[in-house]
């Protein structure tokens, strides 16, 4: 009894620990930039918003805070922390850790979606919302597959998404082949590497919401996610219907994942390496380890982020630049789990 109060006590440190690295990650991300912004400059402007206070700062100061930092940070916490979270859904609900958020084709269908709005010229809007019911659109076809096939088979279901996203890959392929080569395969191409540069105001307000309400049956329902993890069998005598449990934590990841992907486009590794490096750092228990994953992958994408706007003059796509760090790291957390399963 008492060491498990002294475990338990040591995750909750471990968790207040990753709270504070991300709560400096995101205060000195306000700093960061091609226009660097003082520490005076950046407290007396938030707090000019609560009590007007004389200016001594620049009018520059203030917009770029507010109409390209502020949004762009709030975006990478909340799309990090997010497709983390459905990265950790799916492995605990496949039972499988080399899965991530885009095994049942959200990521693919999105990507198509976005295509589709680059081919014919949309608007960004248009281009979003696209992306985004195309998402959902995609992980909809599986399950309705799945369900006409008669199949509650979890290979199966990954299959079916395997086959989905494969159809959206080409058609997506397709589109770059016929699109005009001088603007719709640059915007399209450059679109699938993955980028918060055009982040605005109204994707924080449209988006943003969408991945917290897809997040919070997550929460909710964590706890269960150790019981789903023991099988089937175990999990409806301990009272828990898993085929229900499964098809919302599904919809749940999925929502997050297409609506994370409608506005970045196509960030990988994230969902992956993460929920390991968590249950790494604090156990396998979904009640710690899926706030922890949040906490992490918002620290992660947002430190990727800041790097991607300072490494060159012109800004890399953060696609490139998380399967630069996350395949690496990958590597390192299985050839760890190697070394501790042979002791």
């Known amino acids: 009894m008492e060491n498990k109060q002294s475990t338990t006590k040591q995750k909750k440190i471990i968790l207040l620990a990753s709270v504070l690295l991300f709560l400096l990650v995101l205060t000195i991300s306000f700093f960061l930039g091609k226009f660097p912004i003082a520490m005076d400059d950046f407290f007396k402007v938030v707090l000019n918003k609560i009590i007007p206070l004389e200016q001594t700062w620049s009018s520059q100061v203030e917009t770029i805070l507010f109409k390209i930092r502020f949004p762009r940070i709030i975006m990478a916490v909340v799309i990090g922390g997010g497709i983390s979270v459905a990265g950790a859904t799916y492995q605990a609900l496949f039972q499988n ?49 799945s369900r ?26 397709f589109l770059k082949l016929v699109g005009d080569p001088t603007n719709t395969l640059p915007a399209i191409t450059y679109w699938l590497m993955g980028s918060l540069s055009s982040i605005n105001k109204q994707n924080v307000v449209f988006t943003a919401p969408l991945i917290l309400v897809g997040m919070l049956p997550i929460f909710l329902l964590r706890w269960r996610l150790n019981v789903i993890s023991l099988g089937e ?48 750092l604090i156990g396998n228990d979904y009640r710690y380890s899926i706030p922890m994953t949040a906490v992490l992958g918002g620290t992660f994408l947002l430190f990727v982020d800041d790097f991607s706007r300072l490494i060159t003059t012109s800004e890399i796509p953060i696609g490139i630049l998380t399967s630069f760090i996350g395949a690496p790291i990958f590597l390192l957390l299985i050839a760890k789990n190697n070394r501790s399963v042979r002791q």
């Not at 693919?108 to 295509?115: E, L, Y």
């Not at 960030?267 to 249950?279: A, E, Y």
Request: charged fraction near 5%; aromatic fraction near 8%.
């Open 148 to 173: 006409f096939l008669r199949t509650d088979s979890v290979l199966n279901m990954v299959l079916i998404g395997m086959m989905i996203g494969s159809l959206f890959s080409s058609a997506v392929s």
């Open 97 to 145: 850790p080399m899965i991530s958020q885009d095994i049942l084709g959200a990521s693919q269908g999105a990507a198509f979606g976005a295509a589709l709005g680059l081919f014919f010229s949309l608007t960004y809007e248009q281009v979003i919302s696209l992306s985004f019911i195309f998402g959902l659109l995609a992980v909809g076809a599986v399950l309705l597959m």
């Open 233 to 280: 069998e175990e999990a409806l005598s301990l009272g828990v219907n898993s085929r229900v449990l499964r098809v919302i934590l599904i919809l749940a990841a999925t929502l997050i994942t297409a609506s994370a992907v409608s506005v970045s486009g196509l960030i990988g590794w994230v969902g992956l390496v993460v929920p390991h490096f968590s249950r790494m």
